[in-house]
């Protein structure tokens, strides 16, 4: 059976991997085919037009919009939209800013705990698009401040915590409505660490699909939303949330997938 990752990040947002870097190794773990969708930009997607992908390989270009519904904190992966158009750009430069603007204020905050870290460390030598509180944690570790992510939020990034910022707030049914109006389909991403009445909640902003498969789910978690989805005729996908191998507790790209055939990426 052919298979597709549809949740893989690059270091065009927090991933570890170049485009070309993680579709290599996608084809290394015998997949058909792998989705790219950073957070809040599309250069990491835009890029693959540049490499030379074997046939055999599908890249479905994508995003994973970061929103807010009902003061929670909702993500929307999107698929197949027009990623040139300049509505979507011209949004994406604004997250992007609000982006840095966060991380400066970020910085300033741990200023005060005598953690001293300029922007262009967290930036690193090749800065991402996508900037945001998981640079900020690899530059902790770096430093020696904390011993991985999960210390770095549980102690300064989280929301609650020392040095968090709140961030700009797209809202979910913003990111649904662009998605659909650019041709793309929308899903919602990782459904299984909400609970039931957000994803209702999402559901009535006009979601067309639900990632089923994803390394946080519990097998009852699988089935519960696997059963929703089919109830409600939705589209059922799934990926590894792949970023790097430290966050993601050795998790790899093709870890969970669906069969390529049952997704229209064309």
């Known amino acids: 059976m052919k298979l597709i990752d549809m949740h893989v990040h690059t270091n065009a947002s927090d991933g570890a991997l170049s485009p070309e870097e993680a579709i290599q190794r996608a084809i290394e773990n015998g997949l058909s085919g792998m989705a790219i969708t950073d957070h809040d930009t599309v250069m990491g997607a835009l890029s693959v037009n540049q490499l030379n992908i074997p046939d055999h390989f599908t890249v479905i270009k994508g995003i994973e919009f970061s929103t807010m519904l009902n003061n929670k904190e909702i993500h929307i992966l999107g698929y197949n939209l027009d990623l040139e158009d300049e509505s979507l750009q011209n949004l994406l430069k604004r997250i992007q800013n609000f982006r840095g603007d966060r991380v400066h204020k970020i910085l ?62 797209l809202e979910t049914k913003e990111a ?67 970023h790097d191998f430290s966050m993601t507790k050795g998790n790899d790209i093709g870890s969970h997938t669906i069969p390529i055939d049952s997704i229209a990426y064309d």
């Open 108 to 169: 300033q905050k741990l200023e005060r705990f005598n953690i001293s870290l300029d922007f262009q460390e967290v930036q690193g030598i090749e800065p991402p698009d996508s900037i945001g509180r998981p640079h900020v944690a690899k530059a902790l570790i770096r430093r020696g401040f904390v011993r991985d992510v999960s210390e770095a939020f549980d102690r300064y990034l989280a929301k609650g915590r020392l040095a968090y910022v709140e961030r700009y707030k």
């Open 176 to 242: 649904i409505d662009l998605i659909k109006k650019l041709g793309g389909f929308s899903v919602l991403a990782h459904p299984g660490l909400l609970n039931e009445k957000d994803i209702l909640s999402v559901l009535e902003k006009g979601i067309e699909g639900i990632e089923v498969y994803h390394p946080k789910h519990s097998q009852y978690a699988v089935k519960d939303l696997f059963d929703l989805a089919t109830a409600r005729n939705l589209i059922i996908t799934g990926g590894s949330d792949f």
